[in-house]
């Protein structure tokens, strides 16, 4: 990529404006044409390295709970276990992993169900010889964003602020509910994206951005941005690193674990 495409890229992880010509906007920002800048958008989405562009909402402040589950699979099995638990549509994330527990996935379900139940529906159905149910009790970081240059790349961290993980919010309002199921699909790449998310969905644009900046002040909508396919933007692995540290140590070291961010 030339210099351009990289702040280009850059921009769009740290935030999609949220105004009627969004291209136009980020263009002004790095003095090319909107339609520039959305031709090199598609060309770096049909490249692959750009897997989307759209909304990151907080699972748990739109009313679900979470859990980070690792399955012992017979290894013969691992591709057919991997099928029935994709068929969830609570899971997002589903990978092998090098291990005894080498099957692992985030599952997310509505508040009003029983997450336990839940697992272990797809231990049963999965075949797994063992099962960990491992929900996340408190947050240290959360965050990634890949920063790119004509040299290379090289990964920045976003800190988050060290707070418990709060229980599953009250269900959503209707009003809440449309908006989500509108603005978390990937948005369409053309001049003005959110008139056509708004068009399809029968809304005014207006009411469309002030209800995604009423989400986002009540934290949940994370961010509007860029997904990156990170093996494609030159990081070709990608590990779970998991510790075992003593009670009294754990907000120490989860607080002040010293990362490398070149």
């Known amino acids: 990529m030339d210099l351009l495409s990289c702040r280009i890229l850059n921009a769009l992880q740290d935030g999609f404006p949220l105004v009627h010509a969004p291209f136009l ?22 490249d692959g390295l750009i897997r989307e562009i759209g909304a990151v909402f907080d699972a748990r402040r739109l009313g679900y709970q979470s859990t980070l589950v690792a399955m012992k699979i017979e290894p013969s099995r691992l591709r057919e276990a991997a099928a029935v638990v994709n068929r969830h549509p609570g899971v997002s994330h589903n990978y092998e ?22 697992v272990l529906g797809l231990h049963e159905a999965a075949g797994s010889l063992r099962t960990l149910n491992l929900p996340a009790l408190k947050v240290y970081k959360i965050g990634v964003r890949f920063r790119f240059s004509e040299e290379g790349v090289k990964s920045v961290s976003e800190a988050g602020a060290g707070s ?14 449309g908006f989500v199921r509108a603005f ?18 029968s809304i005014r644009e207006e009411a469309l951005f002030e209800k995604a900046r009423e989400m986002r ?3 949940c909508l994370r961010r509007v941005g860029a997904l990156i396919d990170h093996r494609k ?30």
């Open 25 to 46: 906007e980020l263009g002004n920002q790095l003095g090319i044409s909107g339609q520039e800048c959305l031709l090199r958008v598609k060309k770096m989405k049909d």
């Open 97 to 118: 992993r090098k291990d005894d527990f080498n099957l692992w996935f985030t599952l997310a379900v509505p508040s009003a169900e029983d997450l336990e139940a839940a």
């Open 164 to 177: 418990p993980v709060k229980m599953a919010a009250s269900p959503l309002p209707p009003e809440d509910v």
């Open 184 to 201: 978390q699909e990937e948005f369409p790449l053309v001049l003005n994206p959110y008139r056509a998310i708004a068009e399809k969905n």
């Open 217 to 219: 002040e009540k934290g």
């Open 233 to 262: 933007a030159g990081f070709t692995e990608n590990i779970l690193a998991v510790w075992q540290v003593p009670d009294e140590s754990l907000m120490k070291w989860g607080e002040n674990w010293p990362i490398s961010r070149k």
